[in-house]
């Protein structure tokens, strides 16, 4: 399973950036993936999770209304819509995925066994 992550750069705040992430090699019947953030000195932390095969979603709190993330199954990529943007969104985003999860597990980093490499989004004020 490969997991390429693209789109971040920078962005003045209050403005929009779309990521990407395409998946390829392995697929399972049902699985989960999602957006992962790590601010420079601080850990990873989740930002948003959809389920792939049921479309349902989950955000963290500080995202709420200003993300949305979604999937095109036809092209394996999943996106993140990322508006009002913030200097504190500012970090590289992560995506990652994983078969094995409850909707109760998403929010956690380690429980997915797959990873793309991260893309830098940086908000300045």
């Known amino acids: 399973v490969q997991l390429q992550a693209s789109g971040g750069g920078p962005v003045q705040a209050g403005g929009s950036l779309r990521l990407s992430c395409t998946y390829s090699?392995?697929?399972?019947?049902?699985?989960?993936m999602a957006w992962f953030r790590q601010a420079p000195g601080k850990e990873r932390e989740f930002v948003a999770a959809?389920?792939?095969?049921?479309?349902?979603?989950s955000y963290t709190g500080s995202v709420k209304g200003r993300f949305t993330i979604s999937k095109n199954t036809a092209e394996n990529t999943m996106y993140l819509q990322m508006n009002s943007l913030k200097p504190e969104d500012t970090a590289v985003y992560y995506c990652?995925?994983?078969?094995?999860?409850?909707?109760?597990?998403?929010?956690?980093?380690?429980?997915?066994?797959?990873w793309g490499q991260g893309t830098l989004v940086t908000v300045s004020s």
């Open positions: 990652a995925a994983d078969s094995t999860l409850i909707r109760s597990s998403w929010p956690g980093a380690t429980a997915y066994d797959y």
């Open positions: 959809i389920d792939w095969r049921a479309g349902t979603t």
């Open positions: 090699g392995r697929t399972f019947g049902r699985y989960v």
